[in-house]
């Protein structure tokens, strides 16, 4: 989707009313996006005339009737909103029982659903205990929905306005909660067409897209515009999505809103996906140099500086964190993966902990905690903690590959392919994914499944879409593989074919060197040559394995095999 | 009963024609005297005074009336053997209908049921009910006085075969006592007590109660004879105490009319009957709002306390249902409503037996539940409910054969009952008559719609119409079924979720599958049925091409799906490229960079297992590579 420049100050408008609106609502994740987006815009230019910008407090619906209707309700509108402000839900949900305007409406039942959820959280106990799960509900959610669903969903298509907009993202989250998703994504998009200018509903969309084809799917339903540009950056961003155009979009919106950290973070984790860790710390770093109180995203930067294994600066990181607010989950997610590198498990795992209680649905630390739990050898709590993750956000591929790896180590096959298949098509250009799903089904004896997974794994190599410059052998394939491949062959009984692959995992010597592999691949083809009775090529192969590398001792035995047959060629 | 005293002269009865022979001429004005004084005790409930002055009067008139009124005052206070040997003693009973039912009543006081039948009679005065042929033509003939006084004498033969439905009740011969209750309205449809007997202990299934009420005699009613608005206004009355699983239309219109042209809007009995429709309709929450209003007005309003107790045993209001226990155990202690184990107390008291049997089917003690449930059957012969439950308890113990048998005797009782419907459908599903089922399931939630009722009750159904869908293979629409559960269910089924991944399963949909059986498995994780599935779904998925599909973004920003042969492809072009590089370029190999190793060896084999499994291969045609 081509970003086109849209009316400035017409966006800073629209941006200054979605981040009132948003907070009059008790959307504070959303008017606190919008806010920030709006001030990452290059300032207006003042007007020649001297008058003052009009000002938004409060804006009245656009809709006579029901600004008629906000107005008389208001009082009691700013009661219930003071109540919220102090988390008392119930109670401003009671005072606007019997309010009719969409705005009071959707803060009752929006309320409703906040107090279902804190108690919800409170009934659910202990992170990982026995009452943490999906059996633990919120209990407000059918009452919420049977308000809902006569206003907003339509069975003629009819087109939402405004105030209905909200209305039907909290029914989209409703029926999120209940795994209804294709109805999930109904709402939502009828919410964002409505209203575009709410991120929360645009997250909770992307929340529902599993991959490309449905990422595709959607946009034939949206409308061109910034929000939807945005919307389409974020998700394939989250899909992995690491090509150009995606790097072209981001510069285009960039142009619009120049000091944006959203979405320069945005570019910095693209660079993660391609395992560019440089670029991406070198933009993180400068974002905290801007902004040093910002503990969004943190949790992905304590990742890269993780990968990169630079403990001082993790540390620093983390040091910096706790200084700013030590009660957020992003806070606790740096300081679990500084202990981690420091290879203290047991505190990483109480740090991740320790998040979960602050925020259940903080995907980084279910899925760190489940890298942590691998690490101590808790195999299923590794699992638990995994499927939480994949729970809240499927498109976590190291979540699912740990997964894989997990249930491998139970032994139990059919799980691990399925969720090794889950990340390889998130990662389709993964070639680790491919590799574990080949041996995956080397273990359940069905090679020629493990041929195809490999073969994947061998062509992904080539075929990244990452834009890294620190390949030069990018055209190679990987001998392991296709020593593996030639194994799987063997295992089929198809000789010929298999000593093909080797053939080919030797030849890759002229790109890598010799390997163990490589080797490994000679001596199977000098038996090979022996067994067919060509002794030269055997001789050959045999007299270079003998000068060194590992299989010295099984070349010495081949040479004197073939001396004492008295085939030695001169 | 006595309670409304009706002034002197008003309802009486009595033959004026037995007034003894050579009694002392009247002193009209004496008579009157003493007949208001004692109608002024009475009024007081100064009952010594009533029998004191009423004592005198008949001696001085000797009139069988003042004698009936004597008794009345002995009655009235609690003196129930001695009114009876009044009226026995002056040969009152044969002689009088009114005293004939104030002597059976005083026999029923004293739980002497036998002899106040006998006082009775045994049969109904059939030949008095306004619809047959003798009544038509004593309608013609009479007239005048004569009719004045067969209107009175009408009323207590109502009366009376209401009290001798009460006995055959009391006797457990419910046929009878129905009969007799029916009798008694068919003669006067005043006789409210018979008609509230008759819905009460709903005798009669809800067909046979609307085309009673279309039967009964409401133009008798009205002054001039003609349907006139009195009728109209007891018909409606009565219609709001009809079953609630008909014709909702006709009882709303009665309502309606009642509230706006006759200012019964806030009438407790017509809140209670809107309160029962709400309740059939499983609308409990309004139900209750309207129970509440009810008792906010009138807290010991017994009629209601059943309903709202039920309304909030539905909704789960554990905290505020022990308040009002407490209170009412407190305040009211003889009240059958006030105790769950009311069937001790008043046998007859039908709500608590089912209660009762209800308490055992949540324990699963099935055999008691079926020993209460069919007492309570017993009891309430008209009403399709006991029956039902009866069903419901065999098809829980799998006695599919006997749970059909009890259904379908409550299906000719009831045939509009959404639940039953539901029940029904699971026994033909059992039987593997899925079409039937279906038809039942769809009839249950279409009857549930029309009643307004509240689509959370009805969740189960549309499970089971979804199973049926499934079991027909009819995914597609099954699915539809269950998306629809999953929506207006109050918490998320692990069983719903399962059915859905087995519809995919069964579509030949692994993938989907597998992913609702771990929504399944999220909420329950140890489910069996879900593990088993989902063994089998990953078991097939494995066997799936998609495996190896997949889609990515080019570098032009469009989709590129590959799958194997594309990956071939790849890899045949690539073995070129190396081919001719090969053959160009110099073909020496770098020896001695050795490299670190990149992965661990791979075990050692012997030399032996290689050769002997290589034994007879063919030879290998390097040019092809």
């Known amino acids: ?570 | 009963m006595a309670s409304a005293p009706p002034t002197a002269g008003e309802g009486s009865s009595l033959n004026l024609t037995s007034r003894r022979k050579g009694a002392p001429a009247s002193n009209p004005k004496m008579e009157e005297f003493l007949r208001n004084w004692r109608q002024d005790a009475l009024n007081k409930h100064q009952h010594d005074a009533a029998i004191f002055v009423g004592d005198k009067l008949l001696a001085l008139t000797g009139d069988p009336k003042d004698a009936f009124w004597l008794a009345q005052v002995h009655f009235g206070n609690g003196h129930y053997n001695r009114a009876l040997s009044f009226l026995t003693r002056n040969d009152l009973i044969s002689k009088s209908t009114s005293c004939r039912y104030l002597a059976a009543l005083c026999l029923m006081k004293q739980s002497k049921y036998d002899e106040a039948l006998t006082i009775l009679g045994e049969k109904n005065p059939s030949h008095l009910a306004f619809n047959t042929p003798q009544a038509a033509r004593r309608k013609k003939t009479s007239g005048g006085k004569g009719d004045e006084y067969e209107k009175g004498n009408l009323k207590f033969e109502a009366a009376m075969c209401h009290l001798r439905g009460l006995i055959y009740a009391k006797q457990n011969a419910f046929d009878k006592a129905k009969d007799c209750y029916k009798q008694a309205v068919l003669i006067d449809v005043k006789c409210f007590e018979a008609f509230d007997q008759l819905m009460k202990n709903s005798l009669m299934s809800p067909d046979e109660e609307w085309a009673f009420l279309e039967s009964l005699d409401f133009a008798n009613l009205s002054v001039d004879g003609e349907q006139g608005q009195e009728a109209q206004f007891a018909k409606m009355l009565y219609t709001t105490r009809l079953s609630k699983y008909k014709n909702p239309t006709a009882f709303n219109q009665a309502t309606e009319k009642l509230s706006t042209d006759y200012n019964l809007a806030n009438n407790a009995d017509l809140i209670v009957a809107r309160s029962e429709l709400l309740f059939t309709q499983c609308r409990f929450k309004e139900c209750l709002q309207l129970c509440e209003g009810i008792i906010k007005n009138d807290s010991y309003n017994f009629a209601v306390y059943p309903l709202y107790l039920a309304c909030m045993h539905e909704l789960n209001m554990k905290n505020k249902l022990f308040l009002v226990s407490h209170d009412m155990a407190d305040s009211y202690p003889d009240e059958p409503v006030t105790w769950l184990a009311a069937s001790m107390m008043d046998p007859h008291f039908g709500p608590a037996w089912i209660g009762f049997a209800h308490t055992f089917a949540a324990e699963g003690e099935h055999d008691q539940a079926i020993s209460a449930y069919s007492t309570a059957a017993r009891l309430f012969q008209g009403t399709h409910l006991p029956q039902l439950f009866l069903g419901m308890q065999h098809l829980q113990l799998n006695n599919v054969t006997l749970a059909d048998e009890y259904l379908n005797t409550a299906f000719n009782l009831c045939k509009s009952d959404p639940l039953l419907l539901n029940e029904l459908g699971v026994v033909f599903y059992h039987k593997d008559a899925l079409q039937d089922s279906i038809k039942c399931f769809t009839k249950a939630l279409q009857i549930a719609d029309d009643i307004e009722s509240n689509p959370k009750a009805w969740v189960a159904t549309k499970a089971n119409l979804g199973h049926a869908f499934r079991r027909l293979e009819m995914f597609d629409k099954a699915l539809v079924c269950f998306a629809e559960v999953t929506r207006t269910a109050d918490t998320n089924d692990p069983q719903v979720y399962s059915a859905i991944g087995l519809c995919h399963l069964q579509a030949g949909r692994p993938w989907e599958a597998i992913v609702n059986l771990h929504e399944a498995l999220a909420i329950s994780p140890q489910d069996p049925v879900a593990t088993e599935l989902l063994e089998k779904a990953l078991a097939e998925n494995a066997d799936k091409d998609s495996i190896f599909t997949t889609t990515m973004l080019n570098t032009d920003g469009t989709l590129i799906t590959q799958d194997s042969d594309d990956v071939d492809a790849i890899i045949r072009s690539h073995q070129r490229e190396q081919r001719s590089k090969r053959s160009g370029g110099s073909t020496s190999r770098p020896q001695s960079s050795h490299q670190a190793p990149r992965a661990p060896a791979a075990p050692r084999r012997r030399l032996a297992d290689v050769t002997r499994d290589y034994g007879g291969m063919e030879v290998s045609d390097e040019d092809e590579l």
């Open chain 1, 1 to 570: 989707m081509a970003t086109e420049l849209p009316d400035i100050p017409k966006l800073h408008e629209a941006l200054q009313l979605a981040t009132l609106k948003c907070s009059e609502r008790c959307v504070y994740q959303g008017a606190k996006w919008a806010a920030e987006l709006l001030t990452s815009m290059a300032p207006l230019p003042a007007t020649p005339t001297g008058e003052l910008p009009p000002a938004y407090l409060h804006p009245l619906s656009t809709n006579k009737t029901e600004a008629a209707l906000e107005a008389q309700e208001f009082s009691q509108y700013l009661l219930a909103k003071s109540y919220f402000d102090v988390k008392e839900y119930d109670r401003c949900s009671h005072v606007l029982e019997k309010c009719l305007s969409r705005k009071a409406v959707f803060l009752h039942l929006y309320s409703k659903y906040i107090a279902g959820e804190k108690r919800k959280d409170e009934a659910s106990e202990m992170v990982l205990g026995p009452l943490d799960g999906a059996g633990t509900q919120n209990k407000e959610i059918s009452y919420i929905m049977s308000v809902l669903q006569p206003k907003v969903d339509r069975k003629d298509g009819e087109k939402l306005s405004e105030d209905e907009s909200f209305l039907a993202w909290l029914y989209g989250i409703c029926l999120l909660k209940q795994k209804n998703e294709t109805a999930a994504r109904d709402a939502l998009i009828s919410s964002v067409i409505a209203y575009p200018y709410n991120w929360s509903a645009w997250q909770d969309l992307a929340s529902t897209v599993d991959s490309l084809q449905d990422l595709n799917n959607i946009l034939q339903r949206l409308p061109n515009n910034i929000m939807s540009n945005l919307f389409v950056l974020s998700t394939n961003q989250e899909l992995y999505q690491t090509t150009e155009p995606i790097h072209s979009q981001l510069t285009d919106l960039l142009v619009i809103f120049p000091t944006s950290s959203w979405l320069k973070t945005q570019r910095a984790l693209l660079y993660y996906h391609a395992r560019d860790f440089e670029e991406a710390d070198q933009i993180f770093d400068s974002l905290l140099a801007v902004d040093p109180y910002r503990l969004d995203y943190l949790d992905h930067y304590s990742n890269i500086l993780y990968v990169m294994e630079r403990r001082p600066k993790l540390g620093f990181i983390a040091q910096l964190a706790l200084t700013t607010d030590r009660f957020r989950p992003e806070t606790n997610c740096v300081v679990g993966n500084f202990y981690s590198l420091k290879s203290e498990h047991e505190k990483a795992v109480q740090c991740f902990r320790r998040a979960l209680t602050l925020d259940k649905t903080c995907l980084s630390a279910w899925t760190l905690m489940g890298h942590e739990y691998v690490e101590m050898k808790n195999t299923h709590a590794a699992i638990e903690a995994y499927r939480r993750a994949v729970d809240i956000n499927r498109k976590d591929y190291r979540a699912w590959y740990g997964l894989g790896l997990s249930y491998e180590v139970l032994e139990m096959h059919y799980y691990a392919l399925f969720y090794f298949q889950r990340a390889a098509a998130l990662r389709p250009y993964d070639s680790q994914m491919w590799q574990a799903m080949g041996q995956c089904y080397d273990r359940m004896n069905r090679p020629s499944e493990a041929i195809r997974s490999f073969k994947r794994a061998l062509v992904t190599l080539n075929k990244s879409p990452s834009t890294s410059k620190d390949e030069p052998e990018a055209r190679s394939f990987d001998p392991q593989i296709l020593h593996q491949i030639a194994i799987m062959y063997e295992k089929l009984r198809q000789s010929k074919e298999a000593a093909k692959w080797m053939e080919a995992c030797m030849a890759e010597e002229e790109n890598v060197g010799v390997t163990t592999v490589t080797g490994q691949a000679r001596m199977w083809l000098a038996r090979w040559a022996f067994v067919n009775q060509n002794w030269a090529r055997a001789q050959e192969l045999a007299n270079l394995l003998c000068q060194d590398g590992q299989e010295v001792e099984e070349a010495k035995a081949l040479v004197r095999d073939l001396r004492s047959r008295g085939l030695e060629v001169a």
